[in-house]
């Protein structure tokens, strides 16, 4: 049976615009619920300013709660030099970088241009390798910019070959930040960074991100399992939203993703009744937004 990689966002990515303050005890609980559930890979935090993003203040000890759970590969999403030393200190097992392909967003996201980001995130690609670390490099608005439009499918390849470059094991995640790809959009984007940058071994090294902002989240999925790519983001309850991407919602719900590979006879390796727990739990965060589609179905639920 084939195998896909989940890598559960819903604690980092599905929180992050929440307003009020989500306790501690409430982020670890849902990251042991997803694990639980059979998680194995996620992003559990950013080591962030506590001014520009609030909700990811406790990071450290959310961290500290995470990495004691068996099997779980832990992600913190870092801007800079000073969150990466933060989540080398935090012990993560990756760190997760980012930078939009659109100068307008990475503008609005992190206050530089896109090559200024690039020349600092370069630097840190290579300390976080020679520390003993994974990296994965999160390039935003591949598809649709919120300030600029659709974005050119050559622009987008550009910048993922330009990451690709910088280490043969790099992973790279194409993301749909406002939710606005179409599946032609993204077959065509990750079929291409797929077949044109395999791993040295052969092996997938281009993950997907998307939002469900208008209800394309499940087909783009699916659209870019076709096109070869095996590391798919989700967060459980649909939780989420880019703060510096107007308009846009949640991220495509976990739930809705296991059952959509559940359908195609794909490996998930996740617990189908605990991950209704989980994906009930973070839908229940207050201030959230959730969404997704197979908690509200009833026959689901009965489905072992």
Same mark, same amino acid.
């Given at each position: 049976m084939p195998r896909v990689s989940i890598s559960e966002v819903a604690p980092r990515d599905g929180l992050q615009s929440i307003g009020p303050f989500v306790p501690t005890e409430t982020k670890i609980a849902l990251v042991r619920a997803l694990h639980a559930a059979g998680v194995r890979r996620m992003e559990v935090g950013s080591f962030v300013s506590p001014k520009a993003v609030p909700q990811m203040a406790d990071t450290a000890a959310v961290f500290q709660a995470a990495l004691a759970l068996d099997g779980l590969e832990c992600t913190a999403l870092v801007p800079n030099r000073k969150g990466f030393e933060a989540a080398l200190a935090a012990g993560a097992h990756r760190v997760g970088l980012f930078m939009s392909v659109t100068e307008s967003h990475n503008k609005a996201n992190v206050n530089r241009s896109c090559a200024d980001s690039f020349a600092d995130l370069s630097a840190i690609v290579?300390?976080?390798?020679? +520390?003993?670390?994974?990296?994965? &490099?999160?390039?935003?608005?591949? &598809?649709?910019?919120?300030?600029?439009?659709?974005?050119?499918?050559?622009? +987008?390849?550009? @910048?993922?070959e330009r990451v690709i470059a910088l280490d043969p094991w790099i992973e790279v995640a194409i993301c749909d930040t406002t939710g606005n790809a179409a599946p032609d959009q993204v077959a065509r984007v990750v079929g291409h960074a797929v077949k044109a940058w395999p791993a040295p071994d052969g092996s997938n090294r281009i993950a997907f991100h998307g939002h469900d902002t208008y209800g394309m989240g499940v087909a783009n999925v699916a659209a870019a399992w076709n096109a070869g790519c095996d590391v798919i983001d989700s967060a459980a309850g649909g939780l989420g939203g880019c703060p510096f991407a107007p308009g846009a919602t949640?991220?495509?719900? !976990?739930?809705?993703?296991? @059952?959509?590979?559940? =359908?195609? %006879?794909?490996? !998930?390796?996740?617990? @189908?009744?605990?991950?209704? +727990?989980?994906?009930?739990?973070?839908?229940?965060?207050? %201030?959230?937004?959730?969404? %997704?589609?197979? =908690?509200?179905?009833? +026959?689901?639920?009965?489905?072992?």
């Open positions: 290579r300390d976080a390798l020679a +520390a003993g670390r994974k990296v994965r &490099f999160n390039l935003s608005c591949c &598809f649709h910019c919120p300030f600029e439009g659709v974005v050119p499918e050559r622009d +987008a390849l550009d @910048w993922v949640g991220n495509v719900a !976990t739930e809705d993703v296991a @059952w959509l590979f559940r =359908r195609m %006879g794909v490996e !998930t390796g996740l617990d @189908w009744p605990r991950l209704l +727990a989980a994906a009930d739990l973070a839908a229940g965060v207050p %201030g959230g937004l959730p969404g %997704g589609r197979m =908690r509200a179905v009833p +026959a689901a639920r009965k489905v072992a």
